[in-house]
């Protein structure tokens, strides 16, 4: 079963414009966290942002946000102020109670407009 | 401070040949992840390897195998190599890999083409 669902395949914002990228995850487990990571062209992953399941509040890094929506098992990531450079993959992970794993979800390619 | 490195950068090999892929963690990092991305996908989780223990391993055939090495690098092997196979490898190094919060660190990858 699917446990990380992505649902844009591709989304696009204009430079200096906000966006949110939509993530939503199924999992029986109470405790489990919440990962976005970004993929350039280059291939390596960066790590961007991450939400525990017990986070009371939601996670910013910077330009990054997570609208952690817990009942509705949802966790958008929020780019505020797109530059140029956030063109890229964006996938969203989540990895459950003994934390040998990490699953991805198919990802979303941002294309930020000058 | 070196981040994750992976060897080799590229690689091709012919259906039913054998690979090994490197790995060394960032320092004092002592848990590997390996990961396989298909083109056009998210990564699938293939191996965890934590204090030289294998802790996790996805739904791969046993053709995958894996191990880590007291400097905490580790190896990942692939047998009798399919077309399928083809993919980037990706590496990753954590501090620890026993709760749901650690950050892994990921490698540039290993491009595997199997022709």
């Known amino acids: 079963a699917q446990k990380i669902t992505q649902t844009q395949p591709g989304m696009f914002v204009q430079e200096k414009e906000a966006v949110t990228l939509d993530c939503t995850y199924d999992?029986?487990?109470?405790?489990?966290?919440l990962f976005w990571y970004k993929q350039p062209s280059s291939g390596e992953m960066i790590f961007l942002i991450y939400?525990?399941?017990?986070?009371?509040q939601n996670a910013t890094e910077g330009r990054y946000s997570l609208n952690f929506q817990k009942a509705r098992k949802s966790a958008n990531l929020v780019i505020s102020a797109s530059q140029l450079g956030d063109s890229a993959m964006y996938f969203c992970?989540?990895?459950?109670?003994?934390?040998?794993?990490?699953?991805f979800g198919a990802g979303t390619r941002l294309t930020v407009k000058p | 401070d070196a981040g994750v490195t992976q060897s080799p950068t590229h690689l091709i090999k012919t259906r039913g040949q054998h690979v090994t892929l490197r790995c060394s963690p960032i320092?004092?990092?002592?848990?590997v992840s390996w990961y396989q991305q298909v083109l056009g996908q998210g990564p699938q989780f293939i191996f965890q390897?934590?204090?030289?223990?294998?802790?996790g391993r996805g739904n791969f055939p046993d053709r995958f195998s894996a191990r880590q090495f007291p400097n905490y690098s580790s190896e990942l092997n692939v047998n009798a190599l399919l077309l399928g196979d083809s993919a980037l490898y990706l590496c990753?190094?954590?501090?620890?890999?026993?709760?749901?919060?650690?950050?892994?660190?990921f490698g540039p990858g290993t491009r595997l083409t199997v022709t």
């Open positions: 999992t029986s487990d109470p405790s489990y966290g």
């Open positions: 390897y934590y204090e030289k223990e294998e802790r």
């Open positions: 990753a190094s954590s501090l620890v890999g026993d709760r749901v919060s650690y950050e892994q660190y």
């Open positions: 939400q525990g399941s017990y986070d009371q």
């Open positions: 992970a989540m990895r459950e109670g003994d934390g040998n794993d990490m699953r």
């Open positions: 320092s004092g990092h002592k848990s």
